[in-house]
């Protein structure tokens, strides 16, 4: 028998997608800032890689967030919809605790 559906899973899914695309902007930020400070002659050398480093986790946490948000939108998956709250988290700690808290209170709503 399945679970009553709820508004937990479909706010968690958006939470985490909202927060995932603030991820990935962040990510194309610190890659263009990285670009311009490389061209910048009175910035030390070493600060532009920092900056391009930086953008690749922003991105995979971006993109894991807006995963787990699309399968938390589905009900598929509690794990994946919980990891993908977990990831929301770092871009965006109020979007990312909000998001824990659904999907863990929604667990059998899930398949």
Aim: hydrophobic share 60%.
């Amino acid at each position: 028998m399945a679970a009553k559906k709820t508004w937990m899973p479909t706010a968690a899914g958006i939470l985490d997608i909202v927060a995932g695309s603030f991820g990935l902007i962040c990510s194309f930020a610190f890659i263009f800032a990285g670009g311009i400070l490389r061209m910048v002659p009175d910035v030390p050398p070493f600060m532009w890689p920092i900056f391009i480093g930086m953008a690749g986790p922003f991105a995979i946490i971006g993109i894991l967030a807006i995963v787990g948000g699309i399968y938390s939108l589905r009900r598929k998956i509690w794990g994946l919809a919980l990891a993908g709250s977990i990831a929301a988290f770092f871009p965006s700690w109020p979007l990312g605790v909000a998001a824990i808290v659904f999907t863990a209170l929604s667990k059998n709503e899930f398949e």
